[in-house]
């Protein structure tokens, strides 16, 4: 069984940066693919971002692809977004997810419970 925490969400200027963390329970934290995903009000959850287990692979959907980096620390179990030149359209519950597979395909079993990011002019 593996718990995710997200944290650093909040209020962020139009221009601004974020950086999410995700920390997770559970001792298989290393062996599953990390994804980031995001629901804007009224909207259906889209993906954002995915990083490979061992960290040295990640990929961005195209809206987010240059304004964003994924890191992760498997000693410390987190995994960190950071997103720059934030727009309104950024704005939504971000949400840490889990799971085994191989890159680029992960089956999710784990997801957070979010934290909301709001970007305001």
């Known amino acids: 069984q593996v718990q995710l925490v997200e944290s650093g969400g909040g209020l962020v200027q139009v221009g601004g940066s974020l950086s999410l963390s995700c920390t997770a329970s559970g001792r298989t934290f290393n062996k599953f693919g990390l994804a980031w995903y995001r629901r804007a009000p009224g909207q259906e959850r889209e993906f954002v971002g995915r990083?490979?287990?061992?960290?040295?692979?990640?990929y961005f959907t195209n809206d987010v692809d240059g304004r964003g980096t994924m890191s992760r620390d498997n000693a410390k179990n987190t995994v960190v977004l950071q997103m720059k030149r934030l727009k309104p359209e950024d704005t939504g519950v971000y949400y840490c997810a889990a799971g085994p597979g191989d890159w680029p395909n992960y089956q999710y079993q784990y997801w957070g419970q979010g934290t909301q990011v709001t970007v305001s002019s």
């Open positions: 990083i490979s287990p061992g960290g040295g692979l990640t």
